[in-house]
């Protein structure tokens, strides 16, 4: 490990095991010690293999042991000689934030929070395998999925400002519903509206510490204003497309005589059917994300609505962003002074783009993207804002969370669910959880320190610290 700053860190590129460009590492000097704990360093390595990889392989300071490709990885791949690859975008497609303000104090709230936890708990179901039927039919889901949150607000679920405050716009063009297997769909159709397990939730926070003022000014926020951060992603039909999808692309690197550095890694080339097909699909897992938290945002507010006797409009619930980690995007960027067309694969990293791209929503252009960034649970979240530097640096990428520091089953082992819970009593946090085993896997121990990941691309200078949430209350599977 080479040294560039305080918070930047390089793996020299090594022709001779076959990298084709360095890795670069954003974190302090402790977390690049946690990652070389697992695989993470390993796994960057590998993927810096792949044909087409262009500048450097980039690992945020949440980075930790993936399938194949580490969480917490960013990688750029010219359109013209590179690849695509499903294991380097993740099985849980689109798995992205959603933060909703509101005009509530905690001391209006404190009152009224049993009774919202019980209603959020109710309205936004949580759990592995969990679904709710709201009388889709697949032909509905074909226009959901390809159009986006178009459809579902048409349906009723959310207003027209929402989309203008959604990657995307909430619909990523070039979504295939037909290059998409009938079991994603039978899986995916009872899930809309559902958060899911592992470390998804809803969680009412709020803003503890405003640190950039001028960019919480535009963003609409301030101290102790109560807002709700939503995680989850395309649940079970994103999870079988990056199957099916890991199945094509092995046979195609079979019937093409390639041997990869870790089979997890399975591409395909830029242009073939199979990419091409790979990516409509993955498209459509996107729009599908997008869509499940949209609907649950409706019964979010439905739910601070029967719980206040107030509209959500009355309460200031207004969306102030939605954004993707687990994608792959088609993007042009500089590499070199080289204007570039690019396959950006980010896995556990958010898109962090500065000031004055075209892409972000004409309500932030001037500051920079909101990056919304969970904490672990029970701990703080952050709102941060993309910088100039990010797009020279990192593809315009940010790290995604905390990210892990202990395997689910060692956080089992060695974590009880009381030590969690009695925390967050200490700390005067509302839980409800559906597993008791989940609480010991998502504890706050299992996780690195967000403070100091955050801290980490401050210092790199790739994202800017807005405001720090704090929780109040927590609603997981």
Known sequence: MKKLSDFVWELEQDKSIGMRVPVRVYASKRIVEQMQR?????????????????????????????????IG????????????????????????????????????????????????FKNVPSGVGSTM???????????????????????GFGIEEDKERTEERGAIAGADSNKVSDL???????????????????????????????????????????????HSGSRGYGHQICSDYLRVCDAYLKKNGVKLADPELAYA?????????????????VNFAFSNRQIMMHFIRKSFADTFGKSFDELGMELLYDL?????????HDVD?????????RKGATRAFGPGRSEITKFYRNVGQPVLIPGS????????????ESMTETFGSSCHGAGRVMSRHQALRDIPSSKTLGEMEKNNIEIRVRSKKLVSEEAQWAYKDVDEVVASVEGAKISNAVARLIPLGVTKG
């Open 38 to 70: 697992d695989r993470t360093l390993k796994q960057a390595t590998n993927a810096t293999t792949l044909p087409g990889i262009v500048k450097n392989m980039l690992v945020m300071p949440d980075g930790h042991e993936g399938y194949g490709a580490p």
């Open 73 to 120: 990885g960013v990688s750029a791949f010219d359109v013209n000689d590179g690849i695509v690859s499903p294991g380097f975008c993740g099985f849980d497609i689109n798995c992205g934030i959603r933060v909703i303000k509101t005009n509530i104090t905690e001391k209006e709230l404190r009152p009224r929070l049993p009774k919202l936890m019980d209603a959020l």
């Open 133 to 155: 039927n709201l009388g889709f039919s697949q032909q509905e889901l074909k226009k959901i999925v390809e159009d986006g949150v178009d459809y579902v607000i048409e349906k």
């Open 184 to 230: 994603a769909k039978k899986r995916g159709i009872q899930q809309l509206g559902t958060l899911g397990a592992g470390n998804h939730f809803a969680e009412v926070q709020k803003v503890d510490k405003i640190l950039n003022r001028e960019i919480a000014k535009v963003y609409g926020m301030h101290e102790g204003q109560v807002v709700v951060m939503l």
């Open 269 to 285: 080339v830029a242009g073939t059917r199979e990419a091409e097909d790979y990516l409509s699909a993955m498209r459509a897992a």
């Open 324 to 332: 993707s980690h687990n994608i792959v995007k088609l993007e042009e």
């Open 337 to 345: 002074g080289k204007r570039m067309k690019l396959f950006v694969h």
């Open 377 to 388: 649970m029970g701990t703080a979240s952050y709102v941060l804002a993309g910088r100039a």
